[in-house]
């Protein structure tokens, strides 16, 4: 039993998907089928954020989203916010500011943070932490993350 | 597979296949698929229909297409419009669930702890439900009948919320162990209607079906000076929470026990009366 | 894109620097590879049928139906397993699948391979087991009595210490009853791994784990093959806290891969996680102090009681450092602790992050408010009066003869200023985004706590790490089987090679049971000093043998020569050699790396039983909303005993990412047991801190005393930051609510409803 083949748009490439099963979630589909498995599986209860992507521009938590349903929608993983220009201003203050342990999280907290800089480019502390509620991380502590996005914005900032 | 793109093809496809899932956001039916306890074979996509998307505003009433998100709704000129709504909405999981999770889904889940459904009941809301052959409306109270139960028919959607934009300060509160994306443990809804000089309140996760404190209202609006704005008694405020916590007929779970929750719900209508009726006073 | 960036990653990482992951980049682009990200075009993928029922008989398992599901390729019960039929990290007690009973709610039955997901699912539900249940043995307090569950008995340890004179007793005394609920480790990254079937007749395993060669015997071993034949590699690793310290799925993915021929993946869903690993301990702890008037301590008595679930697991050494560790970083002349960790059919619990100490730091630290209380006492100045010293005495009768900067670490910490302003905006107030609370409503609190606890293996274990360091042309390339699971170790490994070797690149090879002996575990602090020991130690033989081989070739004195910054120089002048010329020649050495050896304990569980220890404050503020029983944890500040920063930056990560776990035990992490079966096996109940749960943590000071026989002085950090967090803020909850508290997490039924009303 599979589902009519549909086109995902993600990342600005078209790809085909023609034999997803009935019922499989955007996630299952970019990791299993794409080959993007940057987008991380953590819960697929959409608690943990770890999964989340651009749809059309919004945060969502591709864990949610039935796979066929995203059919000519614009979709924007991790892999597709470092371009081939190299990291973005989140990711490298990522590194920078040690918010990585793991890596777990990271993927959905880099994807949701540019969201939040886009709209907000200098966001209060409790701003973070309410745009990145949905994104739980078990090693840091949010600590540095935090950090890397104050750094993230100063130098988004200045480079504009 | 429909991903349906006018209310008509919904329709349609809904007819032709009853059994037919109606997917909207996916934030409630996609964790049941994907724990497996949900199959699917026809899906209804709702998350393309112009006419389920939008709001508008029309005299004192405001409809909400079921399709609207709840990040929408925390949008400012909803939450000028009904702000315990979109004060509820912002309770609703994390940003990537607000994006998502519609408050048609809201509805139809039929959660006791779903967010939007004690101030929807306090606004005495209605449901636009439509089907193929034929159009209704419902109100929330009677839409639920019981714990994730609707009187929904096959075949039928909810194609909007009709909520009157009333006179007055409101609050939602919600009671969780943590302090974001968190299932309501008990919630209250507490409007202020100036023009009708009434109190309403609803509450959340203390009863399989929603709740309006009716007995509460009715003592709480008695006992204000709509006049002259002067507050009342600390007595009548104790009262009026009383009265709540009595509405309630909350069960034990392994989120909350009975006791808590109409305790919480105590607690939260004596802060939310308080904080309306500073309000009112101050302005 | 940035020049922060990029200066920082030209300089070759030293010792003490804020050297960025090595890994980082990868991660933030999403390209690292996770355990659950394998793939393989021919792979199959794994399941596992778990038991509904805590306790049961299996009476039969009929696989018919599954074996006849299109797509199904094996479906294997406990008669498949090739070798041994039971593993376990101290004891062989736990089946690989159940045979004749089930022993805990979600242990595994049977397992399947199959073409896609779909399939293998409808295959698990098709297979049928006609179940027996029995009652669960389930209230830890019974379980000695009780019949046993299981061949080896429901006692898994007990240690009876017996430390000093007996018959003192106390002026003061405070007595308590306390209790901690089960935590879950929650890492993010499910268990998950491939398995691949080798052309020998062996196996490739990659997965996510703690200690790659412990795994690689236990999955021989029942696997039935030459653990040479049976080969681990790590994979990435989406945390650990301990629950990757046991098996989870290693025997089943060889299995299935083994009968089909094929690769096989397995990814664990969340909430078979919640299943498929040990959790922390809960503990039922009684304890007395008793103490002269002048605040002296004379003497703890204690009781201790943990559920270890239905498997030994680790059980064993927790129950030994809540034991040892039972009275706190304190002077104790006097103590009889009775420790127990016993076998019922509740979930298998075993390591996580603090070990033990966790239970009964937040225990003593209560006993030590209750003490201050009766005495009339600060609190700080009565820790301080009591803060164990160089040169004291453990409860275990052992003398501390390495760093113990205790009342350095109390004294820079209880000192430290709060920057917590008072909350407004209701989403900062305890209710959160839910909006319950009004300044006007909210009781702030602060208090105190300290903790402690052992590095490295303990109780005579023969604890070691091979790593070996080859260089050539200038690179420097280090193997070693050390567990990166996201602690940073890749990060030192780079930056003590550097150091030692003065090059610039560093290549660490991948983790892998192949070529390597075993790095031991990642647990119990330990990989940075042991790990970390052995590539310093390699490195320095290289380095030796250079400048040997230099100094022969050149006729100098090689104590003459150094190296720095990828060069060979001459203290005395006239020479310089390019470190790329003189490694033309490869230069190798390897190394087995062993701290100082322990002893057992003996049976007054007395004994030089341990290596070194780790100390470490936290001051917490909370606001807590007392009418409802919500809280909000404002400000951590910690001090700790670190023995020397080798990376600030993830020093930092260590204890602010630690703290966030003990946070979450203090007030929201419990997996909820009910007659043995877990209520609430997702993230949608199980509730782990978010960042609007999470204070920001002052460091009020990095206590650096260079502990004796660690490389560079330093000591793991891992650890401390999960142990006295819990304690203080429980203890802030305290002492803004002026109730008891007994038990962490604290519900609000605690607050609201504290004698147990509902
Ligand atoms: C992590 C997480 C956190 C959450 N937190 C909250 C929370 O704090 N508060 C809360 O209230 N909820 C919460 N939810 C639940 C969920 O997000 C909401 O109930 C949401 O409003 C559901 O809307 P949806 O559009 O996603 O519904 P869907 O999942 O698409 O559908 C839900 C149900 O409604 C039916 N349905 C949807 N639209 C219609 C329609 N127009 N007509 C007829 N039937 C329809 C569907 O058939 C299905 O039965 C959470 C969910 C998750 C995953
Ligand atoms: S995997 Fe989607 S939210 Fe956790
Ligand atoms: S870095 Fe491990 S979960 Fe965030």
């Given at each position: 039993m599979s589902t009519d083949p549909f086109v995902l748009e993600v990342n600005g490439q078209s790809h085909e998907v023609a034999d997803a099963h009935p019922g499989e979630s955007l996630l299952r589909v970019l990791r299993e089928r794409l080959g993007l498995p940057g987008s991380k599986n953590a819960c697929e209860e959409g608690e943990c954020g770890s999964c989340t992507v651009l749809v059309d521009g919004q945060t969502v938590c591709s864990c949610l989203v039935l796979a066929s349903t995203a059919a000519g929608r614009q979709i924007t993983t991790i892999e597709g916010i470092s371009g081939d220009d190299g990291l973005s201003h989140v990711q490298e203050a990522f590194v920078d500011a040690g918010a990585v342990q793991c890596g777990f999280c990271t993927p959905g907290l880099i994807v949701s943070i540019g969201s939040l800089l886009e709209s907000d480019p200098d966001p209060s502390d409790l701003a973070v932490r309410e745009a990145i509620s949905g994104n739980l991380c078990r090693c840091t502590g949010y600590g540095r993350v935090l950090e890397a996005v104050h750094l993230a914005a100063t130098r988004r900032g200045g480079s504009t | 597979m429909t991903i349906a793109t006018s209310l008509e093809d919904a329709c349609a496809a809904l007819a032709a296949e009853p059994g037919s899932l109606v997917l909207a956001g996916g934030t409630d039916l996609m964790v049941e698929v994907n724990r497996g306890s949900r199959s699917v074979e026809d899906v209804v996509a709702l998350n393309r229909i112009p006419e389920l998307a939008g709001w508008h505003l029309t005299g004192d009433e405001l409809r909400l297409g079921a399709g609207v998100t709840f990040a929408e709704i925390c949008d400012p000129e909803i939450a000028a419009l009904v702000p315990a709504l979109a004060q509820a909405a912002r309770t609703v999981g994390s940003p990537q669930i607000r994006n998502a999770a519609t408050i048609g889904g809201n509805i139809a889940t039929a959660s006791p702890a779903g967010d939007s459904i004690p101030v929807l009941a306090a606004l005495d809301a209605v449901l636009e439900l439509r089907s193929a052959e034929a159009s209704r409306e419902v109100p929330v109270t009677e839409f639920i009948t019981g714990v994730k139960a609707t009187?929904?028919?096959?075949?039928?959607?909810?194609e909007a919320v009709r909520v009157p934009v009333l006179d007055g300060p409101q609050e939602f509160c919600k009671v969780g162990p943590r302090n974001a994306m968190v299932i309501s443990v008990a919630s209250l809804a507490l409007l202020v209607d100036r023009s009708a000089r009434r109190i309403r309140v609803g509450l959340g996760s203390v009863s399989p079906m929603p709740l309006r404190a009716t007995q509460a209202e009715d003592h709480v609006s008695g006992h204000l000076d709509w006049d002259n704005g002067v507050p009342p008694r600390l007595e009548v405020v104790r009262e009026f929470a009383e009265l709540v916590a009595s509405s309630a007929s909350p069960i034990d779970d392994h989120r909350g026990s009975a006791a808590y929750r109409r305790h919480a719900v105590r607690v939260l209508a004596q802060r939310s009366l308080t904080r309306v009726l500073n309000r009112v006073s101050s302005s | 894109m940035t020049d922060l960036a990029t200066s920082k990653r030209t300089a070759a990482p030293r010792i003490g620097e804020d050297t960025p992951r090595p890994d980082g980049v990868p991660k933030v682009a999403g390209t690292f590879a996770f355990s659950s990200d394998l793939h393989h075009d021919r792979m199959l993928w794994g399941g596992t049928l778990r038991s509904p029922h805590p306790s049961a008989r299996i009476r039969s398992v009929d696989i018919s139906a599954a074996v006849a599901v299109t797509g199904v390729h094996a479906v294997l019960t406990n008669e498949d397993v090739p070798g041994s039929l039971t593993y376990g990290l101290e004891h062989r007690d736990q089946p690989v699948l159940a045979a004749d009973v089930v022993r805990y709610e979600g242990e595994p039955v049977a397992i399947v391979a199959a073409d896609n997901p779909e399939a293998l699912r409808m295959a698990i539900d098709a297979i049928a087991v006609d179940y027996e249940p029995l009652d669960p043995l389930v209230d830890p307090d019974l379980a000695e009595r009780a019949d046993p569950i299981h061949p080896d008995g429901n006692l898994v340890r007990r240690i009876n210490l017996i430390h000093g004179d007996q018959d003192v007793s106390g002026e003061v005394q405070v007595e308590g009853t306390y209790e901690v609920g089960m935590q879950d480790q929650a890492f993010l990254g499910p268990e998950s791994g491939m398995a691949v079937p080798a052309e020998d007749g062996g196996i490739d395993l990659y997965v996510a784990t703690q200690w790659l060669h412990s795994d690689r015997d236990q999955v021989a071993d029942c696997l039935g093959?030459?653990?040479?034949r049976v080969r681990l590699t790590l994979s990435g690793v989406g945390g650990a806290f301990g629950a990757r310290e046991d098996l989870s799925l290693h025997v089943h993915l060889c299995m299935l891969a083994l009968h089909t021929r094929r690769p096989v993946k397995m990814v664990y869903s969340r909430e078979e996680s919640f299943h498929g690993h040990v959790h922390r301990h809960p503990a039922r702890m009684w304890f007395r102090h008793h103490a002269d008037r002048d605040g002296t301590i004379v003497r703890v008595e204690s009781r201790l009681v943990l559920d270890g679930g239905a498997y030994a697991s680790s059980s064993g050494a927790v129950i030994a450092n809540a034991t040892c560790f039972a009275a706190g970083p304190y002077r104790v002349p006097s103590a009889h602790i009775d420790g127990a960790v016993v076998r019922t059919n509740n979930p298998p619990c075993g390591a996580m992050r603090g070990f033990g100490a966790v239970q009964t730091c937040y225990a003593h630290e209560a006993q030590m408010d209750r003490l201050a209380d009766a005495l009339g006492m600060d609190p700080v100045e009565l820790r301080l009066h009591n803060a164990l010293a160089p040169g004291d005495e453990l409860l275990t009768g052992q003398t501390i003869t390495g760093t113990a900067p205790v009342a350095e670490v109390i004294r820079t910490c209880a000192d430290h200023p709060s920057g917590a302003s008072m909350a407004v905006d209701p989403m900062e107030l305890p209710g959160g985004a839910g909006r319950t609370a009004d300044p006007e409503h909210v009781v702030r609190g602060e208090a105190f706590a300290l903790g402690f606890k052992n590095l490295l293996f303990s109780e005579g274990f023969d604890d070691f790490s091979e790593a070996s360091c080859h260089l050539a042309d200038g690179v420097a390339t280090i193997t070693s089987a050390c567990a990166e699971v996201g602690q940073g170790f890749v990060t030192l490994a780079q930056q003590i090679t550097c150091e030692v070797l003065g090059v610039d690149d560093v290549v660490l090879l991948p983790a892998s049971t192949d070529g390597i002996g075993s790095a031991g575990s990642t647990s119990a602090s330990r990989q940075t000093w042991m790990s970390g020991g052995a590539i310093q130690e390699a490195c320095g033989q290289v380095r030796v043998q250079l400048l040997e081989r230099l100094a022969a070739e050149h006729g100098v004195d090689a104590d003459d020569l150094v190296v720095a910054d990828g060069r060979v120089v001459s203290m005395a002048g006239g020479l310089e050699i390019d470190l790329v010329e003189a490694t033309a020649e490869p230069i190798e050495a390897s190394v087995v790396f062993r701290h100082a050896p322990t002893l057992p304990l003996d049976e007054n569980g007395q004994g030089d039983a341990h290596v070194s220890f780790a100390f470490s404050a936290h001051r917490a503020i909370v606001d807590v909303d007392v009418e409802l029983g919500l809280v909000k944890v404002v400000e951590l500040t910690t001090s700790q005993d670190v023995g020397r920063v080798l990376n600030p930056l993830q020093t930092i990560g260590q204890l602010e990412g630690g703290a966030a776990q003990g946070v979450g035990l203090a007030v929201m992490e419990e997996v909820l047991v009910e007659g043995g079966r877990i209520r609430n096996a997702s993230f949608t109940d199980y509730l782990v801190p978010t960042a609007l749960d999470m204070p920001p943590v002052e460091i009020a000071a990095l206590i650096e005393q260079a502990e004796p026989g660690a490389p560079f002085g330093a000591k793991g950090i891992g650890e401390p930051p999960s142990i006295s967090s819990t304690a203080a803020v429980a203890a802030a909850i305290r002492n803004a609510t002026g109730l008891d508290l007994p038990r962490v997490p604290v519900r609000p039924t605690d607050i609201v409803f504290p004698e147990g009303a509902a």
């Open positions: - | 009187c929904l028919m096959p075949g039928e959607l909810i | 093959l030459d653990p040479a």
